[in-house]
């Protein structure tokens, strides 16, 4: 099976999409990409999560200026789009990006994209194959989180606890943003009919001078299991975990910004 790589352009250049995928071939790999879309009120920035999930895909590849990099709106779809590859492919599914026209610090980008390489467009080539050929990295993830992107219902969160783990409650919070309805049931679909054991709305949460908003249920939830939360907006970042009404609650934050 050839190896291929997806590739996301951040700015509409016809030429530049061109170079970029022959640069690609020139080392037997199969491309496929687009050009990125920052329409967040279609998710368009979910298109791509059905293509990164072939098998053959072992690469995605991010090419952009440091503006756009830069920019809030096109942050929080790589980062969604990232989450959303991570679900399926594995927290380890290798991503490489290229600034143009400066140094690119993934520690300033959203949590999902922190582990990505930064590589200079001359030296792409080798570490494009090198990477699509390794097996994924596997890398043993606290918790899990999925999301949903569908138009016509919003965007809809998942999260629950890690392999061999349970909760004995759930706690999402979002800084910005606003979050609509919640729920729980089986992992990896959202439920249709639940209910819900002491449902919270409106927690007040305050962590790295960020303040929360989160809602909360009470129900224990086995690895096989997800609270499911409906978000409106875009988030800078969330906070989540197991409910506790102590304070050693252990809870998770994703920056999505």
Known sequence: MTKSVFISILEKDEAKGKGLFQTVTRYGLAVNGHFWSDNLEKMEWAGPV???DKPEVGVWLIKGTKASFANPD???????LAAGVQARRGYGFPIVCICEDGDLDVQTLPTMLRNADVVEESKLGAKLAAKANMPIKKVEPEYRFDLYPLPSLGLWLEVGPAPGHSWKGALLGVSGGEITAHGTGPAGMLPEKC??????KGLKLELGGSEYVGWAVKNELSEGESYFVKVTGTPDSLLFGEFSEGDDAELFSLSLK
Do not use: D, Y
């Open 74 to 80: 096109i942050r929080f779809g790589l980062g969604l």
């Open 50 to 52: 059905a293509e990164m």
């Open 195 to 200: 209910v819900l054991n002491f449902p919270m």
